[in-house]
């Protein structure tokens, strides 16, 4: 019997990190991809720090010459602070030297993997929200999607904490950690304390983690294990007594969130605030 065709080989939900390296990966193969992604612009979101081991994938991707812009600094390690006193965990390294992670602006990385998936052939619809299932003789038949529907035999789920497919299909998808908070948000300002490296600082009740991010700009995220009595992330900044002092955060600059099983972010203003 002859195939049905079909408006793609494989459509991918989601133009982040996951989605854009499926598509890319698709592509290079030969087949034909569409991706939706349903934010029209390019995505400013948390997530900068990678280990160096993302560089041999960025390789593949075919972007490892082209992130140099999207590099806001470098660390050969992590200060961590949680069960014990201070101590530096280094990634290692080799004859080259120390290896280093990346801090990489998200939505300027995003958007460099969706370039070269659409320089690859890859056809982008944006702002295109997948809102539906097609299904023809119990089969996966296709996407509907706010801008119509799209025919294809293969999707691939790229939507994140969306989860959106397995959603779409009522695939259950248990939770696979504890119920977490995080709550984040970014300072202008010097603080050497955190400039060699970032700084993990955790307890029984949850952990902070703070970066620089970029030249002068610090990324704090406090994610709590347990709702706190108060949610403000003043309540979370770094315990040790010669760390920085954020201006305290209130409410109305942070907006909280939670969900059982996965952590979600809602952004922060941006603060002048480190002392
Ligand atoms: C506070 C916080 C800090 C983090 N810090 C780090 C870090 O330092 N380092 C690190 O490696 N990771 C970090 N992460 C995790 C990191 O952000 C995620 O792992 C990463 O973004 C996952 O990429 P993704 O492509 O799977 O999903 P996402 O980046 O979430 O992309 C999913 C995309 O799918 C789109 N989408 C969803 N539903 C639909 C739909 N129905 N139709 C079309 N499009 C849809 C969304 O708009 C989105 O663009 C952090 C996460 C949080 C919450």
Same mark, same amino acid.
């Given at each position: 019997m002859a195939r049905r065709s079909v408006d793609a080989d494989v459509v991918v939900v989601g133009g982040g990190p996951a989605g854009a390296a499926a598509a890319i990966a698709c592509a290079t193969r030969g087949l034909r991809v569409i991706l939706c992604e349903r934010e029209r612009l390019g995505r400013d979101r948390p997530g900068e720090t990678v280990h160096p081991g993302i560089e041999p994938l960025m390789e593949q991707l075919g972007v490892a010459d082209r992130v140099a812009g999207t590099i806001g600094a470098r660390h050969p390690g992590i200060w961590v602070e949680w069960g014990g006193p201070r101590r530096f965990e280094a990634f290692g390294g080799d004859a080259s030297g120390p290896w280093r992670g990346l801090q990489l602006w998200r939505a300027d990385f995003d958007a460099l993997l969706l370039a070269r998936a659409c320089e690859l052939g890859v056809k982008l619809r944006q702002p295109c929200a997948a809102t539906g299932v097609l299904m023809r003789d119990g089969m996966l038949d296709g996407l509907q999607t706010a801008v119509g529907p799209i025919t294809t035999r293969i999707v691939v789920d790229a939507s994140g904490q969306t989860r959106w497919l397995g959603r779409a299909l009522e695939v259950a998808s248990p939770a696979r950690s504890m119920r977490l908070i995080a709550r984040y948000g970014y300072m202008e300002g010097s603080c050497p304390l955190y400039d060699d490296a970032p700084s993990l600082v955790g307890d029984e009740s949850g952990w902070t983690w703070t970066a620089l991010v970029r030249p002068k700009l610090y990324q704090m995220g406090a994610t709590f294990i347990r709702r706190p009595a108060s949610l403000r992330l003043d309540a979370a900044t #770094?315990?040790? #007594?010669?760390a920085p002092r954020a201006q305290p955060w209130s409410g109305r600059d942070l907006a909280d969130d939670e969900q059982g099983g996965r952590s979600r972010m809602v952004h922060g203003r941006r603060r002048r605030g480190i002392a």
């Open positions: #770094p315990t040790r #007594p010669d």
